[in-house]
DNA sequence: TGCCAGGCCGGGT
DNA sequence: ACCCGGCATGGC
């Protein structure tokens, strides 16, 4: 594909600008899973107050979390935003996970992508980012995560158009990159963290960005 | 103070 | 196949 070149110079661009991203934030895979349902639509300071929640009451654990009545959960994952409708996610995933591994989270690394990536959307709140974050940050899968940072910057670069959709972007990428776990790893990291600081949903901070070079 | 943040679902065209 | 309203907190 002709977009390998370009991106392949973006990534080091932002990595050379930025340095090691070390993502995804958590010390498991499964607070990697719980994280990345948490943080849909949501800042992720939120998401990091309800993680403690979790934590400190030593309940960051599929089994605890799936046993505990859900009332208690919905009040622990509060300060996420959307705590009913994410509760609910929750057990659906909680659910998943006791019947495909018995609760244990790193059983699903046996599974191939293409097998296990369809079984997770099939998971009532788990949608493609979320699915693709589970499997790339979690679960080592060579699977890469489009979001809102993505599509913006892809716009703002002239390499993506407003009729594409999620799948059309991960080809994008996934056609264009090698297909690297750290790699894929660090690419949406890196997007994220420029997209944080210089491509907000009004961006006027273009000159500063370490993508501006890119621009037209 | 209103706007925004690392989506997804369900119902309607 | 898209489009839209709903979901909710905390920081600036």
Not at 28 to 53: H, M, R, Y
Not at 136 to 163: C, I, Q
Request: aromatic share 10%; net charge negative; glycine share 6%.
């Amino acid at each position: 594909m002709g977009n390998s070149k370009v991106l392949i110079e973006m990534y080091e661009t932002m990595s050379e600008s930025l340095g090691p991203s070390n993502w995804w934030p958590g010390d498991s895979p499964f607070e990697i899973a719980v994280g990345a349902i948490l943080v849909q639509n949501t800042n992720w300071a939120n998401v990091e107050k309800a993680i403690d929640n979790l934590k400190s009451r030593h309940l960051l654990s599929a089994q605890a979390m799936h046993e505990m009545p859900s009332c208690d959960l919905v009040e622990l994952i509060r300060p996420a935003g959307y705590f009913n409708i994410k509760a609910k996610r929750l057990v659906n995933f909680l659910e998943f996970l006791r019947n495909e591994v018995d609760y244990e989270i790193e059983g699903l690394k046996v599974q191939g992508l293409d097998e296990l990536r369809p079984k997770m959307l099939e998971v009532n709140g788990i949608g493609p980012e979320t699915a693709d974050a589970i499997l790339l940050y979690a679960l080592e899968k060579p699977s890469f995560v489009v979001d809102a940072y993505t599509f913006r910057m892809m716009g703002r670069h002239g390499l993506a158009w407003e009729n594409m959709n999620y799948h059309d972007l991960q080809a994008l990428f996934m056609d264009a990159l090698p297909e690297d776990v750290a790699l894929y790893n660090e690419y949406h990291a890196l997007i994220v963290r420029v997209g944080k600081e210089w491509c907000k949903k009004k961006c006027g901070l273009c000159e500063n960005c370490p993508l501006n070079s890119f621009l037209n």
